[in-house]
T-cell receptor, first 115, second 112 residues
C-alpha cells in the first residue's frame, strides 16, 4: 500500500506567481489534511477536507489560499500571488476516518521557496 | 482552544544516555496524544500514541504515558542511539476532530 504522495517535492516560485501543491492520500483514505511548517517551527493546521467537501478551514489564510479535494484525483492546495512569507514546507496527511483514534499518515512534504 | 507546549531544545546527549522530552497540553475535551519524529528533509512519522488517560504508548524503546492529572505526555527512552537524532513533535487531537495540534518540536542530537 503506497503511502501519502505529494508533488512536487520542491517548488520555486517568484513573487506574484501561483503555486499548486498536490496530495494523493493513501488508498482507502477519504480524509485529507494540510499543514504548514515554517522554518524552526511546528506544524500549523490549515484545512481539512473530505471528498468534494471542505470540513474545517479555520487555519487557512483568508486571502490567496484555497484547497480542494475533488471526487477524482488528488487534493490540491493553491496559493495565488505568492509572497516571500509563503516559503515553508507544506505537509499533507490522510486518515481513514476522523477523530483521535485514527492515525494521520503524513506525506514527505512540498518545500516551497519564493524568490 | 487546544495547545501543546514542548520542552525547548535543542537537546544534545551522548550515546546510551537517558532521554526525556517534556510535553504538556491544554484541551477542552478528551484528546488522543501523539509523538511524531521527523528526520531531515522528510515528513512526520508516528512514533507512538495514547488514546485515554493512563495509557502508555511505546515503540522502538520510546515510551510516553498519558497523564490526565498533570496534562502531560512526556517522551522517554532509556538509552539513546546516534540514529535517534531527529526532531520530535508532541501533538494532540480531539476525539471528534480532524485536525491535530502540534508543539514546536524538540531537536535531539545524539553524539557517539
Amino acid at each position: 500500500n503506497a503511502g501519502v504522495m505529494q508533488n512536487p517535492r520542491h517548488l520555486v516560485r517568484r513573487r506574484g506567481q501561483e503555486a499548486r501543491l498536490r496530495c494523493s492520500p493513501m488508498k482507502g483514505h477519504s480524509h485529507v489534511y494540510w499543514y504548514r511548517q515554517l522554518p524552526e517551527e511546528g506544524l500549523k493546521f490549515m484545512v481539512y477536507l473530505q471528498k468534494e467537501n471542505i470540513i474545517d478551514e479555520s487555519g487557512m489564510p483568508k486571502e490567496r489560499f484555497s484547497a480542494e479535494f475533488p471526487k477524482e484525483g488528488p487534493s490540491i492546495l493553491r496559493i495565488q500571488q505568492v509572497v516571500r512569507g509563503d516559503s515553508a514546507a507544506y505537509f499533507c496527511a490522510s486518515s481513514p476516518g476522523t477523530g483521535g483514534i485514527y492515525e494521520q499518515y503524513f506525506g514527505p512534504g512540498t518545500r516551497l521557496t519564493v524568490t | 482552544g487546544n495547545s501543546v507546549t514542548q520542552m525547548e531544545g535543542p537537546v544534545t546527549l551522548s550515546e546510551e544516555a537517558f532521554l526525556t522530552i517534556n510535553c504538556t497540553y491544554t484541551a477542552t475535551g478528551y484528546p488522543s496524544l501523539f509523538w511524531y519524529v521527523q528526520y531531515p528533509g522528510e515528513g512526520l512519522q508516528l512514533l507512538l500514541k495514547a488514546t485515554k488517560a493512563d495509557d502508555k504508548g511505546s515503540n522502538k524503546g520510546f515510551e510516553a504515558t498519558y497523564r490526565k492529572e498533570t496534562t502531560s505526555f512526556h517522551l522517554e527512552k532509556g538509552s539513546v542511539q546516534v540514529s535517534d537524532s531527529a526532531v520530535y513533535f508532541c501533538a494532540l487531537r480531539d476525539t471528534n476532530a480532524g485536525k491535530s495540534t502540534f508543539g514546536d518540536g524538540t531537536t535531539l542530537t545524539v553524539k557517539p
